[in-house]
């Protein structure tokens, strides 16, 4: 009887020991999911930033888990991270290990990749992450923080088309507004640009120096430091210097361009482009800090017949067609006259223009041309197209007239139609070339647009009509040099019985055209068209 005791003890304790044995193999047996789906889950939701979805993972609630994941996106400054190669690389009963990649992207400094560890457990039946901050990077394990520390290039330069520096300040104001200047970075401007940023690093504020910054800039050597007890050198990302930035600007074509306009009582300002290329070789202001070369929006007045006279050419009538100048006409119900009331009766289409005879342009614009042509004919002359020189210029607007009226007054540069000096250069540039281009300051910067040939003979009927303005027309008092050709132009601004004007000249000569306006200046022979005459001078 003891003895069969004995035997039902010992098969007791052997079932025990049986069970316990199996104890863990049941546990395991009964997780859900792998370590693998777990980890791979965990680090896609970082991937795309989302730690909501990155929390559910984790097997207790994980104080400072936000910050942490902070170190790299606000205290470096990373665009995104990406986790790749996710492995598990060691299970030991209810703990794991999971490894990957991680490559953070820095803004204005390059990517950063490193390995990185993640512990995982078994809670509840599920495999968990069991986070601590080593999970972000594995110097984080000692309760530091990630920081970078940059060096920069030396600045690249902006030059003239010779390679001449501009960005000293020493070459005239007008430079000194397409260049720009620099300022120290705010915290909004460190937003903007990347964490390679400093508030107090000098960056460009605004013109060329703004617009090309990060070329100017280039990119500095970045340190990726943990600090703490334990401080270190993680990471060195090696910079770059900065590109030269050559502009188009002739520094001779410019200085004449500011000496014409320097002494002038008005606000006045002067494009010179070169028609060949469309490129920008000169552009002045002698008042205030407004670029109006570049964003003013006048009226461009007579100096808009060209675009109406190429129209006419393209519709059948020639430089020698016979037309009518009378005092006054009526178009669409809507009155015109011309400048001092003039009238020169019959005469040449070419001496109609010459002596820039609205009452000319209005009724034949309405009977030959129309809305939609006349809209056509300006738009590929440049208006209504986007302008990409390099810095902010306003592009020149020519609504499509609603009415015969409207229509009589568009042909001779009033109603709606509003330009900047730019814009009218690029228009001389177009019949002194035969295509219109667009304009730009810095040559290999793309272009939105494409060249606009204009129609087949009318740019050299143009260019005699144009030099008839100078010879015996609007401009012949001016003295302006052999070989010009232009047009003048006096357009009326604002409201009441007696109306303000502003004075045009627009011309070319060689492979140079121009356009100047004086705000406010009056008659466009009597003011502008004598401040070309000084720059052509100037030029020799």
């Known amino acids: 009887m003891p003895r069969g005791r004995t035997v039902a003890i010992g098969s007791a304790v052997a079932v025990l020991v049986a069970a316990g044995a199996a104890g863990g193999a049941y546990y395991v047996l009964h997780t859900r999911g792998t370590p693998q789906e777990t980890a791979s889950r965990f680090t896609a939701a970082w991937s795309r930033g989302d730690t909501a979805a990155m929390k559910t993972e984790l097997a207790a609630p994980a104080p400072g888990f936000d910050a942490a994941y902070a170190e790299l996106t606000r205290n470096l400054g990373a665009s995104s991270v990406a986790v790749t190669g996710v492995r598990v690389t060691t299970t030991a009963g209810d703990r794991a290990t999971a490894s990957y990649t991680v490559t953070a992207r820095l803004k204005n400094v390059g990517d950063w990749t490193y390995q990185g560890r993640l512990p995982l457990r078994v809670k509840d039946h599920y495999w968990k992450v069991d986070w601590t901050p080593a999970a972000v990077h594995p110097a984080l394990a000692g309760g530091g923080h990630l920081s970078i520390k940059t060096t920069w290039p030396q600045r690249a330069a ?11 300040g020493d070459v005239g104001g007008s430079v000194q507004q397409l260049v720009g200047y620099l300022a120290k970075a705010t915290a909004k401007d460190v937003k903007k640009l990347g964490a390679a940023y400093r508030p107090g690093d000098a960056i460009g504020a605004a013109g060329l120096q703004a617009a090309f910054q990060k070329r100017l800039a280039g990119t500095p050597t970045t340190r990726i430091q943990v600090t703490g007890a334990h401080p270190a050198v993680l990471h060195t990302i090696d910079g770059e210097a900065g590109e ?31 028609p060949s290329s469309g490129e920008i070789l000169a552009v002045v202001n002698n008042k205030g800090g407004f670029n109006r070369a570049l964003d003013g929006n006048y009226a461009p007045g007579s100096t808009f017949k060209t675009i109406t006279a190429a129209g006419l050419l393209a519709e059948g009538l020639t430089p020698q067609s016979k037309v009518t100048c009378p005092k006054q006409v009526k178009v669409g ?39 939609q042509k006349l809209y056509d004919l300006a738009t590929a002359f440049g208006f209504n197209l986007p302008l990409n020189i390099g810095v902010p210029a306003t592009q020149g607007s020519m609504p499509k007239a609603t009415s015969d009226a409207e229509l009589g007054a568009e042909a001779f540069g009033q109603a709606r139609i509003t330009a900047s000096p730019l814009v009218m250069a690029t228009v001389a540039a177009a019949v002194a070339d035969g295509s219109w281009r667009p304009p730009t300051l810095v040559p290999d910067l793309k272009q939105k647009t494409s060249p606009k040939s204009l129609p087949d003979g009318v740019a050299e009927q143009l260019r005699a009509m144009m030099r008839a303005v100078v010879t015996k027309g ?3 008092a001016a003295g302006l040099p052999a070989g010009t050709a232009g047009k003048t132009g006096t357009a009326e601004f604002g409201t009441g019985p007696k109306l303000d004007t502003h004075a045009w000249f627009i011309g070319f000569r060689g492979d140079l055209a121009f356009a100047v306006v004086v705000e406010g200046g009056g008659m466009g022979g009597d003011v502008a068209a004598p401040i070309a005459t000084a720059f052509l001078k100037g030029l020799g």
């Open 474 to 476: 609007t401009a012949h």
């Open 333 to 371: 119900g809507l009155d015109i006259r011309n400048s001092d009331h003039e009238a020169f009766g019959s005469l040449s289409f070419l001496d109609s223009y010459a002596h820039s005879c609205n009452t000319t342009f209005a009724p034949l614009a309405a009977d030959k041309l129309g809305a």
């Open 244 to 274: 030269e930035l050559r502009t188009t600007l002739d520094l001779r074509v410019q200085r004449s361009a500011a000496d014409a306009v320097r002494d002038v009582e008005k606000p006045a300002s002067l494009v010179a482009i070169r």
């Open 158 to 168: 902006i030059t003239d088309a010779n390679g001449d520096r501009i960005d000293g």
